[in-house]
C-alpha cells in the first residue's frame, strides 16, 4: 500500500505511483523531474516548509494510516518507515523531531532502536507504542523513550502525547 514504483535512467528519476494516505489517493509523484531539479525543488520546499518531521516506525499499514488519519491537519510531516533497517536508514538522511515506535517489529524489537536513537540523535523525542509488550513500558522508559503510549489509544491521548514535545 505504502509503496513507490521507481526506475532511474541515467540523471532522471521516474517515479510512477504513489499512494497519499491522507488523501486516499494514488498519483503521478516527481513524474521525469530530473534528480537534480527534484533535488532543488525539495530543499526550496524544506526551507519554505516548517512542519516539524514525525517517523513512524510500525510494520502494521492499517495502524500507520489510522495514525496518519488521526494527525491529518496537525501541521505535522509524517512519514512512515516499517523495520528497523529502515528507520537506521532515514536516520542517516533526516532528522525528525518526534518518532512512534511500535515494540514487535519484522526485524527485531523497538527496544533496542530506542536505545540507538536516544544515543545517536539525543534530541530526537521517543514515543514507544505496544498493545502485546505493556510489560515493556519500564525497560523502554529506561532505554530513553520519553513516553510509553498503550494500544489501544484515542486521538486526544495520541495529540496530548505529541503536542507536548512540539515547539
Request: with cysteine; aromatic share 10%.
Amino acid at each position: 500500500m505504502f509503496k513507490n514504483n521507481t526506475r532511474k535512467t541515467n540523471s532522471t528519476e521516474l517515479v510512477f505511483l504513489h499512494f497519499n494516505p491522507t488523501r486516499k489517493l494514488w498519483y503521478d509523484f516527481y513524474k521525469y523531474i530530473p534528480v537534480k531539479q527534484r533535488s532543488l525543488m525539495t530543499n526550496a520546499a524544506t526551507h519554505a516548509n516548517t512542519k516539524q518531521k514525525l517517523l513512524i516506525i510500525e510494520d502494521e499499514g492499517e495502524m500507520c494510516l489510522l495514525i496518519n488519519m488521526l494527525l491529518d491537519g496537525k501541521g505535522l510531516e509524517v512519514e512512515h518507515v516499517k523495520t528497523i533497517a529502515d528507520a537506521v536508514e532515514y536516520f542517516q538522511q533526516y532528522r525528525p523531531a518526534i518518532v512512534l515506535v511500535d515494540n514487535r517489529l519484522p526485524d527485531g524489537f523497538g527496544l533496542d532502536l530506542v536505545s540507538f536513537i536516544r544515543k545517536n540523535y539525543p534530541a530526537t523525542k521517543i514515543i514507544m507504542i505496544s498493545g502485546v509488550d505493556v510489560s515493556a513500558k519500564d525497560i523502554a522508559l529506561e532505554n530513553g523513550a520519553d513516553l510509553f503510549l498503550e494500544k489501544p489509544f484515542t486521538k486526544a491521548q495520541l495529540w496530548q502525547a505529541i503536542s507536548g514535545f512540539l515547539n
